[in-house]
């Protein structure tokens, strides 16, 4: 897992949190640190198990997340609606109507040092207005509204493009589907590609009364054929050590799917203009090692790789008093025999 004589535990447990399940975690192998996602909380851990830092005062869905070593920063997914599921949210955590909007969250994550930060003043958080996502989202598709069934972003990763030698990584942000069983539409995965710099240009700080709308649009929109899922990507991680990327979800519901739960995106193959099934259009296309589909069914709540053949996968549990915690367990990756538990 690292190239020192210090390595990562093989299990690595939170506090309890009750603003939401984990959606995401992160591995700070150079600074020994595990970042978490409590769906309106994020969380910054020793290897150790301290809690070392904390940010809070979302009222939005805080979702996936990536950490790039070299920024030393955090992206995580961030979306205010107003639809079944930020409705639910905004009862839970007291708040009223917000304006539907989709953001990357971007976390300074040397700055985070307290507990109990607020998201809007501590200094160490930005987010970057999404506004392809906010006009699929409401706009009108093949089979009606919601185009693509956009419910909005979850899974992020920084990867390259697959196929390509130019090796340059993009933040890779892929929608919420809605798992609708009478469309057609909203049966591929939808993956935007951000050029990173332009993604830290356009950050500003978070004023969730007054949010601002400043973002790029994408470099590429890419789709990945694999049926409707419930909810699109969960999480998303691309993996150096093989190449490819790992997309978790939620399995759908219609039943002309095998409804897994894993799918691999083949780093190797590049993208192809092609139809986009279901939709009527010619889009990108990602490739797809359907050999290494699964039922694995971990991964959805937060995967992270070590960079070596090894991943952190989450492993969430409910509190007798409602709260929510979980444990990032390392387990090993085979492209024959799939993720096993190493402890």
């Given at each position: 897992?690292?190239?020192?004589?210090?390595?990562?535990?093989?299990?690595?447990?939170?506090?309890?949190?009750?603003?939401?399940?984990?959606?995401?975690?992160?591995?700070?192998?150079?600074?020994?640190?595990?970042?978490?996602?409590?769906?309106?909380?994020?969380?910054?851990?020793?290897?150790?198990?301290?809690?070392?830092?904390?940010?809070?005062?979302?009222?939005?869905?805080?979702?996936?997340?990536?950490?790039?070593?070299?920024?030393?920063?955090?992206?995580?997914?961030?979306?205010?609606?107003?639809?079944?599921?930020?409705?639910?949210?905004?009862?839970?955590?007291?708040?009223?109507?917000?304006?539907?909007?989709?953001?990357?969250?971007?976390?300074?994550?040397?700055?985070?040092?307290?507990?109990?930060?607020?998201?809007?003043?501590?200094?160490?958080?930005?987010?970057?207005?999404?506004?392809?996502?906010?006009?699929?989202?409401?706009?009108?598709?093949?089979?009606?509204?919601?185009?693509?069934?956009?419910?909005?972003?979850?899974?992020?990763?920084?990867?390259?493009?697959?196929?390509?030698?130019d090796k340059k990584k993009y933040?890779?942000v892929a929608y919420g589907i809605?798992?609708?069983?009478?469309?057609?539409?909203?049966?591929?995965?939808?993956?935007?590609?951000?050029?990173?710099?332009?993604?830290?240009?356009?950050?500003?700080?978070?004023?969730?009364?007054?949010?601002?709308?400043?973002?790029?649009?994408?470099?590429?929109?890419?789709?990945?054929?694999?049926?409707?899922?419930?909810?699109?990507?969960?999480?998303?991680?691309?993996?150096?050590?093989?190449?490819?990327?790992?997309?978790?979800?939620?399995?759908?519901?219609?039943t002309q799917f095998e409804n897994?739960?894993?799918?691999?995106?083949?780093?190797?193959?590049?993208?192809?203009?092609?139809?986009?099934?279901?939709?009527?259009?010619?889009?990108?296309?990602?490739?797809?090692?359907?050999?290494?589909?699964?039922?694995?069914?971990?991964?959805?709540?937060?995967?992270?790789?070590?960079?070596?053949?090894?991943?952190?996968?989450?492993?969430?549990?409910?509190?007798?008093?409602?709260?929510?915690?979980?444990?990032?367990?390392?387990?090993?990756?085979?492209?024959?025999?799939?993720?096993?538990?190493?402890?």
């Open positions: 897992m690292k190239n020192n004589d210090r390595r990562p535990p093989l299990k690595h447990g939170t506090g309890v949190w009750y603003g939401g399940h984990v959606q995401g975690i992160a591995a700070d192998l150079e600074k020994e640190y595990m970042y978490y996602s409590y769906t309106t909380d994020f969380c910054k851990y020793c290897f150790d198990g301290t809690l070392a830092g904390s940010v809070g005062g979302f009222i939005g869905h805080i979702g996936c997340m990536c950490f790039d070593p070299e920024k030393r920063k955090v992206y995580a997914s961030l979306e205010y609606k107003n639809d079944e599921i930020g409705k639910g949210l905004h009862s839970r955590i007291g708040s009223g109507e917000v304006k539907d909007g989709f953001y990357i969250v971007i976390f300074d994550v040397d700055g985070i040092n307290g507990t109990g930060l607020s998201a809007e003043e501590c200094g160490a958080v930005k987010a970057v207005y999404l506004k392809e996502v906010v006009d699929d989202y409401h706009g009108e598709g093949l089979c009606g509204a919601h185009r693509y069934g956009c419910s909005g972003i979850d899974g992020v990763t920084l990867m390259p493009l697959p196929g390509c030698a933040l890779a809605y798992g609708d069983v009478s469309r057609t539409d909203n049966d591929n995965q939808v993956i935007l590609f951000f050029d990173t710099d332009e993604i830290d240009d356009h950050a500003r700080p978070l004023m969730q009364s007054a949010p601002h709308t400043s973002g790029p649009l994408c470099r590429y929109r890419t789709f990945l054929y694999t049926g409707n899922t419930t909810y699109g990507i969960q999480n998303l991680e691309y993996d150096p050590y093989t190449g490819d990327t790992f997309v978790c979800v939620y399995p759908g519901k219609k897994y739960y894993l799918f691999v995106i083949d780093g190797g193959s590049p993208l192809r203009l092609t139809d986009v099934k279901g939709t009527g259009e010619i889009g990108l296309n990602l490739t797809l090692l359907p050999a290494q589909s699964s039922y694995f069914p971990l991964g959805n709540t937060g995967i992270a790789s070590l960079c070596d053949g090894t991943f952190y996968i989450s492993e969430p549990s409910r509190t007798e008093d409602g709260g929510y915690t979980t444990e990032a367990v390392a387990y090993s990756y085979d492209k024959q025999k799939g993720f096993e538990r190493l402890v």
